[in-house]
Every structure is written in structure tokens, then in C-alpha cells.
């Protein structure tokens, strides 16, 4: 064995010759957590389930009051198309511009609940 051989050898000591008397260090596993360490990380995980959970149940409510307030402002269209307003009426507009902001806000809100859902779906 040359010199420069044995110098690699001290150096990478996976390339020992068999039988040689270096031993190669043991890899140290990392610590396992203990009954602590495994139930605080279970708190945490519940935890952020239990906020998903919640945040999509709010979402869901909010989606139900706007649909709520948008039959209401349909019905105010309605009844003054039949009471024969004019489309340039002030109310008239303002009845169709929050038609028009609730449809908007609906859909924003269900691509939001759909985009952060695991399953796609309720």
C-alpha cells in the first residue's frame, strides 16, 4: 500500500480494507420524543384541525348570510321592475350594483373554500 493509499484510507474510513482495526463511527439515531414530546404534538396537530374545521364552518356561514342578503336584493329588483321603475333610477342601480357585488363575493368565496379544502368538497 502506498502512501497516498493509507493517507485516503485515514481519510474516508468506509474504504478500510477488511480486517483492518479502524472501526467506523456509529451513526447516532436522532432522539425519539418522548410521552411529552408525542402528546404536544398531538395537542398541535388537533389544534390546527380543529382551526380548519372551524374557519371552513365561518366560511360556510358567511356564504349563507350573503345568499340570504342576495334573494333579498333580487326580491328588490323585482319589485320595482313591477312597480315600473326605471333602470336608471337610483335605486334600481343600487339594487343591481349589490346584486352584482353579492354574485362576485359568492363565487369568491366558494373558489376559496374549494382551493383550501383537503377533498375538494364538504
Known amino acids: 500500500m502506498t502512501m497516498d493509499n493509507r493517507d485516503n484510507q485515514e481519510a474516508n474510513p468506509l474504504n478500510a480494507e477488511p480486517g483492518s482495526t479502524r472501526e467506523l463511527i456509529p451513526v447516532l439515531e ?45 326580491a328588490v329588483l323585482g319589485r320595482l321592475e313591477q312597480q315600473g321603475a326605471s333602470q336608471q333610477s337610483p335605486e334600481f342601480k343600487l339594487a343591481s350594483q349589490q346584486v352584482a357585488m353579492l354574485k362576485s363575493e359568492i363565487a369568491r368565496l366558494r373558489r376559496e373554500e374549494e382551493a383550501t379544502e383537503p377533498h375538494g368538497g364538504r
Open 30 to 74: 436522532p432522539e425519539k420524543p418522548g410521552f411529552l414530546g408525542t402528546f404536544t404534538l398531538g395537542l398541535r396537530v388537533w389544534a390546527t384541525e380543529m382551526q380548519r374545521i372551524l374557519l371552513g364552518q365561518a366560511k360556510r356561514h358567511e356564504v349563507r348570510q350573503l345568499e340570504t342578503r342576495l334573494r333579498e336584493e333580487m
